[in-house]
């Protein structure tokens, strides 16, 4: 085993693990998902926490399993991109603040796992696919791709909320 295969292997275990442990938690908390993703500007809210619980899920063991490597991780990076549009972006960079950190961390572990490639013990491997997965053309695909995913979910499901109002009227002076 090379020091490549203990990276691939981490980061399939690390990053499908979470993804996996995040969507059982929406799936879970589903009413409460969407009463969420509805108060940071999500249209159809309880579809749209379905969908994430089944994303993350989905993508998350595929790439445990090694599986369709670079569509697995496009799909962590588009929720990433979400994630970071909708709600972390504008709380600057630190996860401390609920700023991007987070996200952007999991995102770009994605595309570096996609383009280390899937590695020996996995399903793309047994399946003879391993040979053309890996490398920049598919560092490339999961990030053009998650990205663009992300951005089509964003224009057709979500609005930025409008700023609360002060509860007390303003009296003109």
Known sequence: ???VDVAR???RAVIGGTMIAHGVRHGRTLDGTAGW???VGFRRPRLQAAASAVVEIGAGAALVAGAATPLAASAVVGTMGVAARS???PNGFFVMNEGYEFVLNL???SVALAGLG???FSVDRALGLDARLG???SAALA???GLAAAAVQLAVFWRRPEPEQDSEPRVAE
Do not use: I, W
Request: hydrophobic letters at 35%; aromatic letters at 8%; zero cysteines.
């Open 1 to 3: 085993m090379t020091g």
């Open 9 to 11: 292997y981490t980061l």
């Open 37 to 39: 993703f509805g108060s």
């Open 87 to 89: 709600v972390h972006g």
């Open 107 to 109: 995102g770009a572990a």
């Open 118 to 120: 899937p590695g020996r």
């Open 135 to 137: 490398g920049p053309r």
């Open 143 to 145: 990030a053009g791709l």
